[in-house]
């Protein structure tokens, strides 16, 4: 079975520093994806940056960028320019790419806390 | 992107009562999910919606405890049966679009006293 460690359950940033939140995961898949998603205390799941496994290229979106380390079995999440919105209990989640069983695989959570 | 809405958005409800949930999409899409959040955890998927036919139910949960029905594509609801304090969590509705993303719905906070 597929697992996903967040060994951070919380992490604090300076506002408009860089941080880094760190996700690994266990699967003996080729084909699959992985997520961050962030939940603010509105409890929103919001979906953050994914990153397709046959992909090489590290995903970013705006602020966000992963590294992925596929071999390593790493997918940690750089926020830069921090920002008091960025405040949030954030998942890292793991997918199969193909097969019945392709459901989300949730972390525990990080909780970060950006101090201004 | 798709845009969820979940009813009610919270609620209080006595011990052994019933309370239904309702997700509505403003999209048709592929696969729909209702995923359990409890107090300061992870999520925790209860069961795939399946549009016109039973719900695929993980382990751990059961159709008796928690029914759901998806009669089309861009709606479902679960119910939690005979509710008892361990059952206050926030119950979250997801779908998987067309593109391979997965978004989530507001979620309903749910306290049984």
């Known amino acids: 079975a597929q697992t996903v460690t967040q060994s951070q359950p919380e992490m604090s940033v300076q506002e408009a520093e860089t941080v880094t939140l760190s996700c690994t995961y266990d699967?003996?898949?080729?084909?699959?994806?992985l997520f961050w998603y962030k939940q603010p205390p509105s409890r929103q799941m919001i979906l953050v940056i994914r990153q397709e496994a046959y992909k090489q290229q590290n995903a970013t979106e705006n602020r966000f960028s992963v590294n992925f380390q596929k071999a390593a079995k790493s997918f940690s999440l750089k926020i830069s320019d921090s920002q008091l919105g960025d405040a949030a209990m954030y998942f890292c989640a793991y997918r199969r790419g193909s097969g019945s069983a392709r459901q989300l695989t949730f972390g525990s959570g990080t909780q970060l806390t950006v101090l201004p | 992107s798709a845009v969820i809405s979940q009813k009610p958005s919270r609620d209080i409800c006595q011990r052994g009562t019933s309370l239904t949930i309702q997700c509505q999409v403003d999209?048709?899409?592929?696969?729909m999910f209702w995923y359990r959040q409890q107090p300061g955890q992870s999520l925790t998927l209860i069961a795939t919606a399946n549009q016109g036919s039973e719900a695929t139910y993980e382990s751990g949960f059961v159709i008796d405890k928690f029914p759901i029905s998806r009669p089309n594509l861009t709606f479902s609801t679960l119910t939690v049966s005979n509710m008892s304090p361990e059952d206050s969590s926030i119950y979250l509705c997801s779908v998987r679009t067309h593109y391979n993303e997965q978004f989530f719905g507001p979620g309903t906070r749910l306290t049984v006293l």
């Open positions: 699967t003996s898949e080729s084909d699959y994806y």
């Open positions: 999209s048709q899409v592929t696969m």
